[in-house]
């Protein structure tokens, strides 16, 4: 069945984080105000959208300080609720959004939201199945190099989808969170893979840096 999407939904801004499409997240929740979001959708949609704070949100960051309004919806997949009345989820990223007019700023953001369409693509098209296969390649010879993402693991399986190969790796190469910004901006998902692995070939031409376990 189609996913619906809803007319408004929660926004949880994070400062270095882009969530994309078909590719999963961790999230240890902790803000009143978003502890109030999780108890509230979970009994609805289970959705909320992720976006990514504008520069300058070090000032104060507790406000509910300006986001790109490209972002991503998230779908709440599991959900563990701690002692210390917190939550680590685990979410979706389900499709390309864009925020429209706030509905509300407390106790947290609530906004419209318009979807993003990307250009559609064939599976079984040879060219596809190129681009998955030279995407995987690149990040594999990565991965040998030098210390990545453990997400990135994740992505090599063959046996995954096209998009979610793409963009899990989109999501945790180590690149600006603009940049990541910049690729789910990306309508064509066979560009997206394209530019993806300019940015990890750009990365095996770097001097190597063994034991550099530090991953955006």
């Known amino acids: 069945m189609p996913f619906e999407l809803p007319a408004s939904v929660p926004i949880f801004a994070l400062p270095d984080v882009v969530l994309f499409p078909h590719a999963p997240l961790p999230l240890h929740v902790f803000e009143l105000r978003y502890r109030t979001m999780v108890r509230d959708i979970l009994s609805s949609h289970r959705s ?20 790109h309004p490209l972002a991503c919806l998230a779908r709440i997949e599991e959900v563990e609720w701690l002692v210390n009345d917190c939550y680590d989820l685990k979410v979706m990223g389900t499709r390309r959004v864009r925020l429209g007019r706030e509905v509300r700023d407390y106790p947290y953001r609530t ?36 210390s990545v993402h453990p997400a990135l693991a994740a992505a090599l399986d063959p046996q995954i989808g096209f998009a979610a190969v793409v963009n899990q790796v ?18 064509n998902l066979v560009e997206r893979s394209q530019r ?21």
């Open 48 to 67: 909320f959208v992720l976006a990514l704070m504008q520069p300058g949100w070090e000032r104060n960051p507790y406000r509910n300080s300006p986001v």
């Open 111 to 146: 906004a419209f939201i318009h979807a993003v369409d990307e250009h559609p693509f064939t599976a079984d098209d040879p060219l596809v199945e190129l681009q998955k296969r030279a995407l995987i390649d690149s990040v594999e010879r990565l991965a040998q190099r030098e």
């Open 170 to 187: 989109a999501m945790h190469l180590q690149i600006p969170a603009e940049t990541r910004l910049s690729l789910l901006g990306m309508d």
């Open 196 to 216: 993806v692995r300019e940015l990890v070939e750009a990365q095996l031409r770097r001097p190597e840096r063994k034991g550099d376990g530090a991953w955006n």
